[in-house]
């Protein structure tokens, strides 16, 4: 299609699909959404770590040919108050391969969250936060080492469908009156409602989207994290589905705890996945208490938010923590944290979340060189105590540094 904003690098090629994987050529062209408030900040940090990255790992062999995009603030400024315009899904679609910083979400009506706009146009059905810590990071945890997780979160369900109804209107009355008179149930009188979907198809391609994961990336264990001992037809058929997922797709490959202690006396088999579940409340507590026991998670939309949350908590905060929100092949990834407005054009905050999600994107694409450098001078530039003001007030004796100087850093140790 022509676009009005948008502009493709010509120097650069796209990334395709072809027999259902990526190919990724050595010049690919990536999308990338500067996101608002301090979204400029970090993203020309980034921008300037990933290119160093490339260029060490490959001598000049690939490059990115970054192609702008644009959404939320910016993309009001250009596209006639816009902020959400149809050209920029379109690209993301035939890029395939996007990375986008924050972004704000408009007060007084349109959308209700940019971000879960972008996830339910695209169908990004799997938000994925690998959560782990890297050392000399200040933690709340003693023994942060042990956190090492992936969290897959279901993206289009739960409370986040948005299917709700204002205590008073017309249409809450309707629905309350048929849920008491047809189907029974009490309630308060003038309650707000909410309906909950969780569906077999959407729980299963999420599952399975976690259980090939630990497959690929060697991982020990997936948790279905649920809250299944009181909403059994929706967290506890989550948790059912995902057995069915294990069992029925994945049976040469996965073992369960009963058939771990039944079958095998509590020895895991060398080359199996094993699939467990876990309420979503003890899954906090043990998080906290016996970290190394959790792998890859996979969860529902409402647990799966507080979880990423809490556990990037456990290993420095939101300000490093990285993710994504995939279909089947699109992937968006981006930095988890909010837009900062009062940091904005200040070159202040910590660039890392969204220098990470750029380390998952080139892991995505297959580059896993150029994360594993720049993972390698994270860990260097910290343990020298450079850091930016976030880690530098719970340091000792650190060197505090701008956005732009903790990039400079970085690329100085790549």
């Known amino acids: 299609m022509s676009y009005r904003h948008v502009k493709f690098p010509e120097s650069g090629q796209k990334v395709s699909i072809s027999n259902n994987k990526l190919v990724v050529p050595d010049n690919p062209i990536l999308g990338f959404v500067e996101g608002d408030g301090i979204g400029p900040d970090i993203t020309r940090a980034a921008l300037r770590v990933w290119d160093a990255a490339v260029e060490k790992a490959y001598g000049g062999k690939r490059k990115v040919h970054w192609a702008e995009l644009y959404l939320g603030e910016k993309a009001a400024g250009i596209y006639d108050g816009d902020y959400f315009p149809a050209e920029t899904l379109e690209a993301i679609k035939e890029l395939i391969v996007a990375i986008k910083g924050p972004l704000t979400t408009p007060v007084g009506g349109g959308f209700r969250s940019l971000n879960v706009s972008l996830r339910q146009e695209l169908d990004l059905y799997a938000c994925v936060r690998p959560v782990q810590y890297f050392d000399g990071v200040p933690s709340p945890m003693k023994r942060p080492q042990d956190v090492d997780v992936v969290i897959f979160r279901e993206n289009t369900e ?123 409340d003890i899954t906090f507590q043990l998080m906290q208490l016996r970290p190394a026991e959790f792998d890859v998670l996979a969860t529902m939309n409402l647990n799966g938010d507080y979880l990423s949350d809490a556990l990037a908590a ?76 976030d880690f530098a007030r719970q340091m000792e004796g650190a060197t505090e540094v701008s956005t732009s100087g903790f990039a400079d850093a970085l690329i100085a140790r790549l």
Request: glycine share 10%; with cysteine.
């Open 314 to 389: 456990e290993v420095g905060g939101m300000g490093i923590a990285p993710g994504a929100n995939m279909a089947d092949h699109v992937a968006v990834f981006e930095a988890t944290h909010g837009t900062a407005p009062k940091y904005a054009n200040l070159d202040k905050v910590n660039p890392s979340s969204l220098m990470f999600s750029g380390c998952m994107m080139f892991d995505y694409i297959g580059w896993r060189e150029v994360s594993a450098l720049i993972n390698e001078s994270f860990t260097k530039t910290v343990a020298a105590g450079i850091v930016t003001y």
């Open 158 to 280: 739960d409370v986040y469908s948005g299917i709700e109804y204002q205590s008073g209107t017309p249409e809450n009355r309707k629905l309350a009156k048929f849920l008491r008179e047809e189907m029974g149930v009490n309630f308060f009188e003038d309650a707000g409602l909410g309906i909950k979907p969780i569906s077999p198809f959407a729980s299963k391609r999420l599952v399975r989207k976690a259980i090939q994961y630990a497959i690929d990336n060697g991982r020990e264990s997936v948790t279905l994290v649920h809250k299944g001992n009181i909403m059994k037809f929706t967290e506890g058929a989550f948790r059912n589905w995902g057995y069915e997922v294990a069992r029925d797709e994945f049976s040469e490959r996965t073992i369960t705890e009963d058939e771990l202690w039944e079958k095998h006396d509590g020895v895991q088999p060398e080359g199996k996945v094993l699939i467990k579940d876990r309420i979503a």
